[in-house]
């Protein structure tokens, strides 16, 4: 079945770097456009990033716009995500996303803090 596993989270401080992985499995990845979703302590969850199947064209929050990079290696079936010049509210459960049509698959997240 279809499955994505992020990976790559921890702790960092501010002003530092972390690159997220999502590795997917069990569905035709290179058809789906992937997403970045976050999740911080008593917030909704937010999107942060998407990438087209080919990973011709991408977009990001405002929030993330120019500090952060989505990418993706169709060959690995992954989709990645640099975070550069963290600051501490990027903290938060970051969500792998793929979808296609009406298909839509969730990961269970990898935890980013950004904390002296």
């Known amino acids: 079945q279809a499955q994505l596993v992020e990976s790559g989270g921890g702790l960092v401080q501010p002003g530092g770097s972390l690159r997220l992985s999502c590795a997917a499995s069990?569905?035709?990845?290179?058809?789906?456009?992937m997403n970045w979703y976050r999740q911080a302590p008593g917030k909704e969850r937010e999107w942060v990033a998407i990438?087209?199947?080919?990973?011709?064209?991408?977009n990001y929050a405002d929030s993330v716009k120019g500090r952060f990079t989505i990418s993706r290696d169709n060959a690995k079936n992954t989709v990645y995500l640099q975070m550069n010049s963290l600051k501490p509210e990027d903290t938060a459960v970051y969500y792998c996303?793929?979808?296609?049509?009406?298909?839509?698959?969730w990961g269970n997240g990898t935890l980013v803090t950004v904390s002296l």
């Open positions: 990438i087209t199947s080919t990973g011709g064209s991408t």
């Open positions: 996303n793929g979808r296609w049509r009406a298909m839509n698959y």
């Open positions: 069990g569905f035709t990845f290179s058809i789906y456009a």
